[in-house]
């Protein structure tokens, strides 16, 4: 197949993902709708998701995995659209940190995504289009009233564990706040309880790149039959930097020039970092929507668990979960201090807490790559609360 026919051929399987996605789904409609911050109640609401493993007879071994900004359901299996590997077989399978041998695992495409869950790129059946800038901003919260609805669905009362790291680790905390009652044990990784400023300043990077793009057309970019593909890969480009550290660049590009001897004073791609970024952008826009890009990343500006409650120890006031909390030391987009933000307040809620700052070089993307103190943390963490759980692993 030529890189034409193939690029083709993923936009075509990203397009088909959106509305009948090749995992799961649960759909909701107007008896059901789901309430969200900004005051709309959202309906139909479809939420697509993946299991592994069995659920046992008193259903007390479901874990729950939140997925980062730019991850979906395929936490363990193929992507449909990439044909890639799940983003996180590392961690969850047969023998892995989250066993699938021993639990049952959950993981459901975020309230605003573009795999299948409700999001911009979804069809509004009202207008026989897709709703655009028409969909209503949604929050953390949200996603996780989303999840929640699922897990009413499946039957669960209380979830062993809500794991995830980065967004997913905020969702983790909001599950902590919104459903203390469902979460026997919760794992937080490389997140923090409100977005920071700087965050928040590469967030709006990434979106005015987007709607700066001609083919962004005011969002209505499906109707007109383009897409904005040089905003979002910018986007792209920008925030994945922000995904590793000064030293991992170092050690893997340096100042290598990439397929030549010498400069060419151009502006072509001299640099291998520079060829990297660009393809980190052109594949990215092959599988995500640019309009969920925007709503993904809002919601994540809005986090803020304290607002509503004066402190972040009063938002985990009584709470019987147990928290592993985890950090790594070269990530500077959520930084160990706004893990121990965390550990702190959940101290002062006494709360039961451990927490982990891990050694690595390979900034905020660690989380995702073979750490083998960051697996041996979360294993033992598991194990730990299976055995006061009473749960035979």
């Known amino acids: 197949m030529a890189p034409s026919e193939a690029l083709s051929a993923v936009k075509n399987a990203a397009r088909h993902e959106v509305d009948t996605p090749q995992s799961r789904a649960v759909r909701f409609g107007p008896e059901a709708p789901l309430r969200l911050d900004c005051g709309v109640d959202l309906w139909p609401l479809q939420i697509a998701y993946k299991t592994y493993g069995e659920l046992n007879e008193d259903k007390s071994n479901a874990i729950l995995i ?15 659209v990439t044909g890639k590997p799940g983003w996180w077989e590392k961690a969850v399978g047969p023998g892995r ?32 289009r897709p709703f655009g800038l028409d969909f209503p901003v949604v929050t953390i919260r949200d996603m996780v009233r989303a ?69 962004w057309q005011g969002g209505r970019y499906q109707d007109a039959g383009t897409v904005p593909s040089k905003g979002l890969a910018v986007a792209r480009m920008a925030a994945h930097i922000t995904y590793l550290s000064e030293a991992a660049l170092q050690r893997k590009f340096g100042r290598e020039l990439q397929d030549r001897e010498a400069r060419t004073f151009t502006f072509d791609a001299d640099f291998q970092i520079e060829s990297y970024l660009r ?27 304290a607002a509503e409650h004066g402190t972040l ?31 702190h307040a959940l101290n002062a809620a006494a709360a039961n807490v451990s927490f982990v700052e891990i050694e690595s070089d390979k900034g905020h993307d660690a989380f995702l790559l073979d750490e083998p103190e960051f697996f041996a943390t979360l294993r033992g963490f598991l194990a730990g609360c299976s055995r006061a759980r009473g749960l035979k692993v």
Not at 66 to 80: F, R, Y
Not at 281 to 304: C, H, K, Q, W
Not at 315 to 328: I, Q
Request: overall charge negative; hydrophobic content about 40%; glycine content about 8%.
């Open 66 to 80: 939140c997925h980062a900004l730019t991850g979906d359901q395929h936490a363990a299996s193929e992507n449909p």
């Open 97 to 128: 940190p989250i066993d699938t041998d021993h639990f049952f695992v959950i993981c459901s495409n975020v309230l605003g995504g573009c795999m299948g869950t409700t999001g911009p790129a979804s069809l509004n059946s009202e207008k026989n």
């Open 147 to 215: 999840q929640a609805k699922l897990i009413e669905h499946l039957g669960i009362d209380q979830l062993f564990s809500v794991i995830g790291g980065s967004m997913g680790g905020m969702q983790v905390l909001e599950w902590a706040v919104t459903y203390p009652e469902k979460v026997f044990s919760a794992v937080p990784i490389a997140a923090a309880a409100k977005h920071s400023a700087q965050n928040i300043a590469f967030d709006e990077v990434g979106r005015q790149a987007i709607m700066a793009d001609p083919d």
């Open 279 to 305: 393809y980190q952008g052109s594949t990215f826009v092959e599988r995500f929507d640019p309009n969920s890009y925007l709503y993904i990343t809002r919601a994540m500006d809005y986090f803020d668990l």
């Open 313 to 343: 120890s009063a938002a985990f006031a009584g709470t019987k979960t147990r928290f592993c909390v985890m950090s790594f030391t070269s990530d500077w987009l959520f930084p160990t201090s706004g893990s121990r933000d965390i550990v």
